[in-house]
């Protein structure tokens, strides 16, 4: 199938890219209620996650609510082309639902999530979103620096994703748009705030009623990532 109708497809870029400032495209940062990136702070990377909300259930108790343990998800660089892109004001909404609604068809959806993120210049994988214990953390492993960089950050504000946000693969909606902080010091690489925006789908049911105990809701979102200048 092919993906003629979006955009023109993007010239390669260096293998193993480094922290250089995404300036052309730090005043393109979705708008919401989420504080502003102090005036310290520098956007170092605009990455896609694509992946799981992770939750669990209490067996027995369908009127429970479920409880979230983390999420995992790869991370996309579509930072470097963005920044370069005169389109990329118009193409930041729609990415991460395009790209989780592609990876979640029936027939063949990796081939087609596969083609359009080498398509549009997004399919270098930076690295990992998960949990340390209960702490969010983002690890760029494939940055050629030292140490990489290696965001480990807490909750500081969350807001709901705007109405029109993707609702996901099975109409759940959209999870919030957050602003995680290093409020611990635990951050390397010189990255220490991120921010969830331009999410899709991820949300879980509302009660544990019909569920396992332990159950996975793709999502997408974008982290733009921030840190010292």
């Given at each position: 199938?092919?993906?003629?109708?979006?955009?023109?497809?993007?010239?390669?870029?260096?293998?193993?890219?480094?922290?250089?400032?995404?300036?052309?495209?730090?005043?393109?940062?979705?708008?919401?209620?989420l504080p502003?990136?102090?005036?310290?702070?520098?956007?170092?990377?605009?990455?896609?996650?694509?992946?799981?909300?992770?939750?669990?259930?209490?067996?027995?108790?369908?009127?429970?609510?479920?409880?979230?343990?983390?999420?995992?998800?790869?991370?996309?660089?579509?930072?470097?082309?963005?920044?370069?892109?005169?389109?990329?004001?118009?193409?930041?909404?729609?990415?991460?639902?395009?790209?989780?609604?592609?990876?979640?068809?029936?027939?063949?959806?990796?081939?087609?999530?596969?083609?359009?993120?080498?398509?549009?210049?997004?399919?270098?994988?930076?690295?990992?979103?998960?949990?340390?214990?209960?702490?969010?953390?983002?690890?760029?492993?494939?940055?050629?620096?030292?140490?990489?960089?290696?965001?480990?950050?807490?909750?500081a504000m969350?807001?709901?994703?705007?109405?029109?946000?993707c609702p996901?693969?099975?109409?759940?909606?959209?999870?919030?748009?957050?602003?995680?902080?290093?409020?611990?010091?635990?951050?390397?690489?010189?990255?220490?705030?991120?921010?969830?925006?331009?999410?899709?789908?991820?949300?879980?049911?509302?009660?544990?009623?019909?569920?396992?105990?332990?159950?996975?809701?793709?999502?997408?979102?974008?982290?733009?990532?921030?840190?010292?200048?």
């Open positions: 199938m092919a993906l003629s109708l979006f955009a023109p497809s993007a010239a390669a870029w260096p293998k193993y890219p480094r922290a250089t400032g995404l300036d052309a495209l730090a005043s393109k940062m979705p708008q919401s209620t502003a990136p102090t005036a310290d702070l520098k956007l170092k990377y605009v990455l896609l996650g694509l992946g799981t909300q992770n939750y669990t259930c209490t067996a027995g108790n369908d009127s429970a609510v479920p409880f979230q343990p983390g999420a995992v998800a790869k991370l996309y660089d579509i930072g470097t082309q963005l920044n370069k892109d005169p389109w990329a004001q118009f193409k930041i909404p729609t990415i991460s639902g395009l790209a989780l609604s592609l990876s979640n068809t029936p027939w063949g959806s990796s081939r087609l999530l596969d083609e359009y993120l080498k398509q549009q210049g997004y399919n270098q994988i930076l690295g990992n979103h998960y949990f340390t214990l209960t702490v969010p953390t983002f690890s760029l492993s494939a940055v050629k620096s030292n140490p990489y960089p290696l965001a480990m950050v807490t909750k969350a807001v709901d994703a705007p109405k029109w946000a996901g693969t099975t109409g759940e909606g959209a999870v919030k748009w957050v602003q995680l902080i290093d409020s611990l010091k635990q951050s390397v690489g010189g990255v220490n705030t991120v921010y969830r925006l331009e999410t899709a789908g991820g949300n879980p049911p509302a009660t544990c009623k019909g569920q396992k105990q332990a159950f996975e809701v793709p999502y997408a979102a974008q982290y733009w990532i921030y840190g010292p200048k």
